[in-house]
């Protein structure tokens, strides 16, 4: 899911500087000029776009409003609030100029005076887009695991937390597991991360943390066998040896909730597949 933005080219260097504030907040966006390679088929492409889009910035100028394309655009996603039955269109007022008819009882966020007071309301308005620490992730029918990533620097070297809730709603074989793992990083992945930091970019550490576990074959088909409600712990080692960057992986795992006192056997390295896939949809 991504936002698409709506514009005229007249007014690319507003739009360049919205999307790459978005794409720094790690809010996914669509611009034609970005997205659409020679040879692509223009129409499908931003028809394919609008439909997947979980909202359309209306970028509203004197420019714009009398451009046909953008009138097709805002009526695509009238249609797609009438489908969804929820807000989609969200326009961004730019300079004065004549507000189209069926927009004209919508908020929009107003940038003429100060850019930085218009980006907020953007923000705050597709927030459920950016969400780098929490989230849910369906690992089979009605099973589930809710999960927290935090990270950041503990003393001297980076650390990233990720909490995993994995529940299953069958009421013949319900269960809950808690998987809490600890990555700490070797000093090369502490200079990577604050070289990141600096760019603003700390996010880029998450991702590559997950992508290090994903490789690592040993790491994804790892299990525990949990003894009744006793917690499993363990230490592993992942690492990337090109960049000479490792990291060690402090393992709980535990049972949580009634418990029926039997042993299992649980898998915890697949939730590892799930949280890269979900990574990528949400850069890509």
């Known amino acids: 899911m991504s936002i698409f933005i709506s514009y005229s080219h007249k007014d690319e260097k507003f739009v360049d500087k919205l999307a790459i504030k978005l794409v720094d907040d790690r809010i996914p966006v669509f611009v034609d000029r970005w997205e659409i390679n020679v040879g692509d088929s223009i129409t499908n492409k931003i028809e394919n776009a609008i439909t997947d889009a979980s909202y359309l910035i209306i970028v509203l100028s004197k420019n714009s409003v009398e451009s046909n394309w953008c009138k097709r655009e805002i009526t695509s996603g009238l249609m797609l609030e009438l489908e969804k039955k929820r807000v989609v269109l969200l326009p961004v007022l730019i300079e ?68 995993v809730v994995e529940f299953s709603v069958e009421e013949d074989k319900p269960f809950t597991i808690l998987t809490s793992i600890v990555f700490v990083g070797n000093k090369k992945a502490t200079d990577k991360y604050n070289q990141y930091l600096s760019e603003k970019r700390d996010w880029l550490m998450k991702s590559m943390v997950l992508m290090i576990c994903v490789e690592t074959e040993s790491f994804v088909e790892s299990n525990v066998y949990i003894y009744g409600d006793k917690p499993y712990e363990t230490v592993l080692t992942i690492a990337d040896p090109k960049m000479d960057i490792s990291f060690q992986g402090f393992v709980t795992v535990k049972r949580l909730g009634p418990s029926d006192k039997k042993n299992k056997i649980y898998y915890f390295g697949n939730i590892f597949k799930k949280l890269w896939e979900d990574e990528r949809r949400s850069v890509n």
């Open 96 to 163: 004065e100029c004549k507000i189209p008819l069926f927009l004209r009882d919508k908020h929009y966020a107003d940038f003429r005076l100060d850019f930085e007071t218009g980006y907020e309301k953007i923000k705050q308005s597709v927030a459920r887009l950016k969400n780098d620490e929490l989230g849910r992730i369906e690992m089979a029918p009605k099973t589930f695991s809710d999960f927290a990533i935090s990270w950041g620097i503990r003393g001297e070297y980076f650390e990233m937390l990720i909490d």
